[in-house]
């Protein structure tokens, strides 16, 4: 079973009442299938931007469901390249995006999201490994 880490670029679009609904499809879909983690950045970023009831509810309920992996050492080692590299590469990646990365590399878990920065994170990545 492919565990999958949502980043917050899909979450954002499947929380919305009016988000896209393919994108929305596909993350409750994986939910259902009980395929689905978070990591710690994914949720500050969620809650940092949860605005009313109906979204804190609803980030609340799934937070209470859905796993969290751990954000170890090793994450803030890979970090930490990643950064470097995306930026020798000419990529400038917001480092919300590289942790979250990081932790989909480590973890060994594939990433959904609908935020190009990955693209270039993973382009990265797979020159470096």
């Not at 932790?103 to 470096?128: A, G, L, M, P, R």
Request: proline letters at 2%; aromatic letters at 8%; one cysteine or more.
């Amino acid at each position: 079973m492919e565990i999958t880490l949502i980043d917050t670029s899909s979450w954002i679009e499947a929380l919305r009442k009016n988000g896209k609904k393919e994108i929305r499809d596909r993350v409750y879909a994986l939910i259902m299938e009980g395929k689905v983690v978070f990591c710690h950045m994914v949720l500050l970023v969620l809650w940092n931007g949860a605005q009313g009831d109906y979204e804190k509810k609803k980030l609340k309920e799934l937070e209470e469901t859905i796993p969290c992996i751990l954000t170890t050492s090793e994450i803030w080692d890979i970090s930490n390249t990643l950064a470097r590299e995306c930026r020798a590469s000419g990529f400038t990646i917001p480092a919300t995006d590289i942790m979250i990365a990081a932790c989909s590399i480590f973890h060994k878990v594939s990433i959904d999201h609908c935020d190009s920065h990955f693209d270039q994170i993973f382009e990265v990545y797979n020159q470096i490994k």
